[in-house]
């Protein structure tokens, strides 16, 4: 098994396709928020500094993500790989994490960069939602994430409603940010020769982008 790195724009379905490769192949699913979050709820010193950070709106240092991540994945969950979702998110950061496999003497296994056209991208975002009550999400754009009865959640039969950042003008940021942020390391990794494309088409579902993804990883 390798360790997998993800990088797609917004809206691509990173986070289902994590889901998904998590429980197929029984790795951990890392996302860097994730660590964030879970540190700050341990009520830690770090946990403390990280809530103040966070509450003035300032970024989170690469020194502190970095340490997060570490002992994340000096654990032996992720002795088999592990999916890392939102991170490295740029070029500085993709240069840390180089030297911390270094450091740890790890593999840096297989990029998958999920491509997808800024319209469609734009059209999914618009088409998501949320449920108010269990936190579950769908998705009208995509057959296979959308409710069984309209505006109805699945699980628990309350009331969907679109995420608030998903609007236009969040979306069409965060897509700038990661045009000028992140895209550069699909050059960095493809000079490493270990980037693996996968185009995002308007009618593949998420097992279609999940089967071009396990035949990568096999
Ligand atoms: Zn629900």
């Known amino acids: 098994m390798k360790n ?3 990088i797609a724009p917004p809206a691509a379905g990173k ?13 951990p699913h890392i996302s860097t928020g994730d660590l964030l979050r879970d540190e700050i709820k341990s009520g830690s010193i770090l946990g403390k500094e990280l809530q103040k ?15 997060l991540l570490r002992e994340r994945i000096s654990r032996v969950d992720c002795n088999d790989g592990y999916i890392l979702d939102g991170y490295p998110r740029n070029i500085e950061q993709a240069t840390i994490y180089k030297d911390l496999l270094s450091e740890l003497k790890k593999d840096i296994g297989v ?13 999914r975002t618009e088409n ?21 009865i309209e505006g109805i959640c699945d699980k628990c039969g309350h009331t969907l409603r679109a995420r608030t950042d998903d609007n ?22 493809n000079n490493l020769g270990i980037l693996r494309i996968i185009k995002v088409n308007e009618n593949d ?8 993804i396990k035949k990568i990883i096999n």
């Open 128 to 148: 998501r939602l949320i449920c108010s009550f269990c936190g579950a999400s769908y998705n009208t754009s995509v057959a296979e994430l959308s409710p069984a």
């Open 205 to 212: 579902s998420a097992q279609d982008i999940f089967n071009e």
């Open 168 to 189: 236009k003008e969040t979306f069409l940021n965060r897509f700038n940010t990661y045009l000028i942020e992140t895209s550069p390391l699909i050059d960095y990794y």
């Open 4 to 6: 997998i790195i993800f």
């Open 53 to 67: 950070v966070i509450d003035e709106g300032k970024l989170v240092s690469n020194d502190i993500i970095v340490k």
């Open 15 to 27: 986070g289902t396709q994590s889901k998904l490769i998590s429980t197929e192949y029984n790795i």
């Open 111 to 123: 990029v998958i960069f999920m491509d997808i056209d800024k319209e469609l991208a734009l059209s």
